[in-house]
C-alpha cells in the first residue's frame, strides 16, 4: 500500500492538537491543520512520501459494524482514527441516528445503508464493505452524495479454489454418501464407480482470480486442465484454453463454473449443456446460483449422466443459519437433497479465517488511502483516481480532490480556480453521473486555502470538495 502513514512515529499522532472542528471536506482551521502536516513529521528529510491530511488525525471517526475482522481494525486504530467497533448489524433508525457525525463506516453483508442512511450521513465519506457483495449499500445514492465505496472481491480466490480440490476428490469417491451412511451406521464399503483424480481432465468455466488458482492446484494433482473464457487469456503451467463451451463440456470429465453473475451467465449450465457432458461425470458450482439450472441438474442426476455434484450457491438463500434449505426457500430443495452424490454447502467457498483477515486489510487499506490521499483505486461506484504520492520536498503542495456532477464546461471552471496556481498533476474521470478530479498544485499559501476550497464548493457541480496537504 503506498500509504505514507506508515512511515509517520504515532507519537506524531499524539503530538496533535485534537480538534474538535473537523469538518468533512475540510478543517475549520486549515492553518493550524496545515502545521500538522510537514513540519510535524519529525524532521524527516528527501523525497519519502508525504501524508495528506485536512485535518486532525484523532478526529477522524470510524463506526465499524458486523464484528469487522481485527486486521482491518486495527490499520484503522493505527492511524490515529477514532475506531467504535460493534459486534452486530443497527437497523436503519438506528443507523440514521448514529451515522450523523460518523466519517468513516465498516460494514458486512447484512448491514444496510439505504438511501434515507445516506441522506443523514453528512459527515460520511468512504464505506467499506467488509466483503465481496455490495447489494447492501445503494451505491448510486451514495455516489450522488460523494460517498466512495470499497469491497475485498478477491481476497477469498484461494479458500474457494481448495474447496473445489477437495470436492473434486470427495465425488470421486462418493465421501458423501459413504461418511452419511456410516453416521447412519452402515458400512457399505464399494469401489465401484470411484475413481482416483489423477489423470482426469477439469473443465474450468471463467479462468478468473479462483480459475486460475484452480488451475495451479488441479495440475499438482496430476489433472489436466482445460478452460473456457470469453476473454484470451495466458495458461497456468499446462492448462488448455478452448474456444467453446460445448468443447469444454465435451472434453472433461469434471466441470466446474467460475463465473460473474450477469445476464449472459443466467443458467449457463441448462438441460442442454448437461446432455453434452461425458456419461458419468461431475458438476461443481460455486460461483452464483443463478448459473446453474437445478432442476436440470436433479434430471441428470436422477438419470445417471451426472455421477454427481457439489453445489456450494443457490438462487434464494437463507439469511441466517437454521432450518431453512426446503422447497418454501427453493421449489426442488428437497428434490435435491434427496440425490445420491450431492454435496450441499451452504455458501462457504469464501468462508475461511484467511479469507477474513485478508479481506480485514484489504478494505482498511483502501479507506485509509481514500481518507489520507483521495485515491480511489478499487472503488465500485466511482471512477478509479489516483495520482502518485506528493513528497517531503513539495513543501507548499495541496491535493484537491473535486467530486462533482458529470455536467459540461465543469473543468473549465475548476481549472480557473486551480490556475492561478501551479497545476502539476492532475487526473479526472466519470462514471455515470459522477465525475471524480484529483489534481496536485503547488505554491499554495496556506492562508490561501480556505478560499480555494471555497470556490470549488461554490461552483454549481460541486458533489463533495477535498482539499489534503
Ligand atoms: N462460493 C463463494 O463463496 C464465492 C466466493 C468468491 C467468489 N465467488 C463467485 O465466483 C465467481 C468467480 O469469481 P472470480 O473471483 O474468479 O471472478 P473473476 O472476475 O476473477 O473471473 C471471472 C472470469 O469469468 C469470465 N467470464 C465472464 N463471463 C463469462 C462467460 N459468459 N463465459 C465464460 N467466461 C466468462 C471472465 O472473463 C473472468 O475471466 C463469481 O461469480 C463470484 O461471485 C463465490
Known sequence: ???????????????????????LSLSTSP????????????????????????????????????????????????????????????????????????????????????????????????????????????????????????????????????????????LARQLGDRSNELHNGVWNKVSAGCWEVRGKTLGIIGYGHIGNQLSVLAEAMGMRVVFYDVVNLMSM????????????????DFVTVHVPELPETQNMIGKEQLEKMRQGSYLINASRGSVVDIPALIEASKSGKIAGAALDVYPNEPGGNGNYFNNEINSWAEDLRALKNIILTPHIGGSTEEAQSAIGVEVAEALVRYVNEGATLGAVNMPEVNLRSLTLDEPNHVRVVYIHKNVPGVLRKVNEILGD?????????????????????????????????????????????????
Open 421 to 469: 496556481h501551479n497545476v502539476d498533476k492532475q487526473m479526472t474521470d466519470s462514471r455515470g453521473e459522477v465525475a471524480y478530479l484529483m489534481a496536485d498544485i503547488s505554491n499554495v499559501n496556506t492562508s490561501e486555502i480556505k478560499d480555494l476550497y471555497q470556490s470549488l464548493e461554490d461552483l454549481g457541480s460541486r458533489i463533495r470538495t477535498r482539499v489534503l496537504y
Open 31 to 170: 492553518v493550524a491543520t496545515f502545521n500538522s502536516s510537514s513540519s510535524s513529521l519529525g524532521g524527516h528529510k528527501g523525497t519519502s512520501a508525504k501524508q495528506l491530511k485536512p485535518f486532525i488525525t484523532s478526529d477522524i471517526k470510524v463506526l465499524l459494524l458486523e464484528n469487522v475482522n481485527k486486521t482491518g481494525q486495527d490499520i484503522l486504530a493505527r492511524q490515529g482514527y477514532q475506531v467504535e467497533a460493534l459486534k452486530s448489524s443497527l437497523s436503519e433508525d438506528e443507523l440514521v441516528q448514529k451515522i450523523r457525525d460518523v466519517h468513516v463506516i465498516g460494514i458486512r453483508s447484512k448491514t444496510k445503508l439505504t438511501s434515507k442512511v445516506l441522506h443523514a450521513a453528512k459527515n460520511l465519506i468512504v464505506i467499506g464493505c467488509f466483503c465481496i457483495g455490495t447489494n447492501q449499500v445503494d451505491l448510486k445514492a451514495a455516489a450522488q452524495n460523494g460517498i466512495c465505496v470499497f469491497n475485498s472481491p478477491f481476497s477469498n480466490s484461494r479458500s474457494v479454489a481448495e474447496l473445489v480440490i477437495a470436492e473434486i476428490i470427495a
Open 237 to 252: 503451467g499446462t492448462a488448455q484454453q478452448v474456444n467453446s463451451l460445448n468443447a469444454l463440456l465435451a472434453g472433461a
Open 1 to 23: 500500500m503506498p500509504s505514507a502513514a506508515r512511515d509517520i512515529p504515532n507519537s506524531d499522532n499524539l503530538s496533535r492538537t485534537v480538534s474538535n472542528s473537523f469538518n
